[in-house]
């Protein structure tokens, strides 16, 4: 029986394994012979494990030496030979579907979940690598074969712009397991408010941390838990000494990264991200499955997600001060965070449950690729 040949280029295998795991697993299901090529770092016998044919890839996320990543593809292409080839992130998408050009890849499936260090600052480097990619988007997207995942309304308009909208596919993030991410009782004591992110910049680390000095000079019971690490790959990382100041200052919390994200939900009682641009935020759904009220910012991505009142509460980006009245609010309203974290999980079952995903990923896959029934 044949058996398609799917391959993921991701950068990184943890990324791969946060976001992209069930799915690949899914498509196995389906029929799919999977091959997933990433830097290996700490994850690889997890991918192995779950049956899935593993080829080292050292795909930078900085700039990095172009011709030899596009080399390493084009290589990696003509010894798989995938019959689908399906890159996250911008630069997978943008180096993989060249390398796929070049290497006679048919069907090229580019997720992009989030348009973001080039798209969200304007200045240096980024600025100038914007036009360029506009370009390179036009030129490789758009022939036969290719098709763009998005993750939001906003980013499915400014693609359909460039390349033709009806390949152009509006899949709401990665999904959530609603049978693992499940609501908790509030725990007794002061609140949490809790940020699961990389310690970048762009993810509105510092607007947090402002709000939390207003919140400490007016007084109000609310400790903030920062889950997650500086990320030295990219240009926006926070430096860990200024971490390591903000914690000695008594405003904020450091975790470092955690795997058990469910029990961090289990503690906290409040879920914010006042980041400046997102895809879909996966550390929002996995708090809102678990019943807690959302505190984001009014941007692509966030606002896809929370809806101001529903089941959360949207303030404007790089504000500290509405940011902090937000979390003031919450603070101080149990009834509030009960009517908010109730519907929070209402949502994630009924409109981004990892089954309801990973279904219209599949059916793409089919079009593409007709996969013979198992």
Not at 45 to 55: K, P, Q, S, V
Not at 183 to 210: Q, S, T
Not at 217 to 233: E, Y
Request: proline fraction near 6%; charged fraction near 20%; aromatic fraction near 6%.
């Amino acid at each position: 029986m044949h058996h398609p040949r799917l391959l993921f280029v991701v950068t990184e295998d943890w990324y791969f394994c946060s976001h992209r795991l069930d799915l690949a697993k899914a498509a196995q299901r389906a029929g799919y012979d999977v091959h997933v090529a990433t830097r290996v770092t700490g994850h690889g016998e997890t991918i192995r494990a779950a049956g899935f044919t593993l080829h080292p890839l050292q795909l930078d996320r900085r700039v990095g030496n172009p011709l030899a990543e596009i080399a390493a593809l084009i290589g990696l292409l003509r010894r798989v030979k995938p019959a689908i080839m399906h890159n996250v992130a911008l630069k997978p998408a943008v180096f993989g579907s060249l390398a796929a050009r070049l290497a006679g890849v048919s069907h090229v499936v580019n997720a992009v979940s989030g348009l973001g260090y080039v798209f969200i600052n304007r200045q240096g480097v980024a600025g100038l690598l914007r036009p360029l990619i506009v370009a390179a988007i036009r030129f490789l997207f758009g022939s036969r074969g290719r098709h763009v995942i998005v993750q939001n309304g906003h980013d499915k308009a400014y693609f359909d712009q460039l390349v033709t909208p009806s390949r152009v596919h509006l899949i709401r993030g990665s999904g959530i397991d609603v049978n693992r991410f499940v609501p908790y009782p509030e725990l007794p004591g002061i609140p949490l408010a809790a940020v699961v992110a990389r310690l970048l910049w762009d993810k509105g680390i510092g607007e947090l941390v402002e709000a939390a000095r207003i919140l400490r000079d007016r007084g109000v019971r609310l400790r903030i838990a920062l889950i997650g690490k500086p990320d030295p790959a990219n240009p926006r990382t926070i430096p860990e000494a200024e971490v390591r100041s903000w914690v000695d200052e008594g405003l904020v919390e450091w975790w470092g990264h955690r795997d058990d994200i469910a029990e961090v939900w289990r503690q906290a009682q409040i879920a914010v991200l006042p980041s400046y641009r997102e895809g879909l935020p996966k550390a929002l759904l996995e708090a809102a499955a678990c019943g807690r009220p959302l505190v984001t910012t009014d941007v692509p991505g966030c606002n896809e997600l929370v809806r101001d009142g529903d089941n959360g509460l949207l303030v404007p980006v790089r504000q500290a001060e509405p940011l902090a009245a937000a979390l003031a609010r919450l603070a101080g309203d149990p009834a509030l965070r009960a009517r908010l974290g109730a519907r929070a999980r209402q949502r994630a079952e009924e409109e981004f449950s990892s089954e309801q995903v990973i279904a219209q990923q599949l059916d793409l896959y089919r079009q593409l690729v007709p996969v013979e029934n198992l």
